[in-house]
């Protein structure tokens, strides 16, 4: 049912209103079996999730997913972001995130998109509108295979972070060594067959850090789940192969 949900209901509608009707889950999957790190709830399992449904993924309360869950304990355990002063633009703002990134007294928090309900600014990434070096992170997630020029996009976070700026950058990378980007793919039905989904333009592949870097932001690839203690990654139901691409303000 979720996998047909996702494939046939507008995004924006999922973002305004899924998270009302899984508040039922939340009663149902009642257990001690995992735990999810963002909202401190435990269940018995997590939601599957995904076009091809993925087993304990999806948080029913706070409708993280597990690379949701993994951003934040790398964010907790590696970066200052709880802590510190920080200007962040977070670009398509995760609803597991929204609020509670909002309530985080040490950050000054802004949230973009072009069509998403839950942001503040309307904005086109391929045109950022704040002037240079705004911004201490940008939070970027599953949003470049969406877009029609990634290194553009990439370029425009060069430009608004500050000098000492960092931001993570995550999309889908398959198990394919180039990214694969054909523009005279227009047909949804094909773009699902070659890209995986529909709205996707492209389909990346290893190549991805080297090909964002391009764009002048420097993309770093951090395998930080691999030094995370196998009882932690079961507990939090964590993906075993997600790089986290943390990304610096380049050239």
């Not at 394919?176 to 333009?201: A, C, W, Y």
């Not at 420097?218 to 939090?236: D, M, S, Y």
Request: hydrophobic share 35%.
């Amino acid at each position: 049912m979720i996998s047909w949900t996702i494939r046939h209901i507008p995004r924006k509608y999922l973002q305004l209103f899924s998270h009302f009707f899984l508040k039922i889950a939340v009663i149902l999957y009642r257990g001690k079996n995992v735990s999810c790190n963002i909202c401190q709830k435990s269940f018995s399992k997590f939601l599957p999730y995904g076009r091809i449904a993925r087993e304990n993924a999806l948080c029913p309360n706070c409708l993280g997913l597990e690379r949701h869950r993994l951003m934040w304990l790398f964010l907790q355990r590696e970066t200052d972001f709880f802590s510190a002063q920080k200007k962040v633009l977070h670009v398509a703002p995760e609803l597991c995130f929204l609020n509670r990134f909002k309530k985080l007294k040490n950050l000054k928090y802004i949230t973009g998109d072009i069509e998403s309900p839950l942001a503040e600014v309307k904005m086109d990434i391929h045109q950022i509108p704040f002037p240079d070096n705004s911004f201490d992170v940008v939070f970027c997630n599953h949003v470049l295979e969406h877009v029609a020029d990634d290194l553009k996009a990439c370029a425009e976070i060069n430009r608004v972070l500050k000098p000492n700026g960092w931001g993570i950058i995550q999309s889908p990378v398959y198990e394919q060594e180039i990214t694969l980007e054909d523009n005279s793919i227009t047909d949804p039905k094909e773009r699902e067959k070659v890209f995986g989904q529909s709205d996707h333009v492209r389909k990346y592949g290893k190549d991805y850090a080297k090909r964002l870097s391009q764009s002048g932001l420097k993309v770093l690839e951090n395998n930080f789940v691999r030094n995370l203690p196998e009882e932690l990654i079961k507990k939090h139901a964590l993906p075993e192969n997600e790089i986290i691409f943390y990304c610096q303000k380049g050239q």
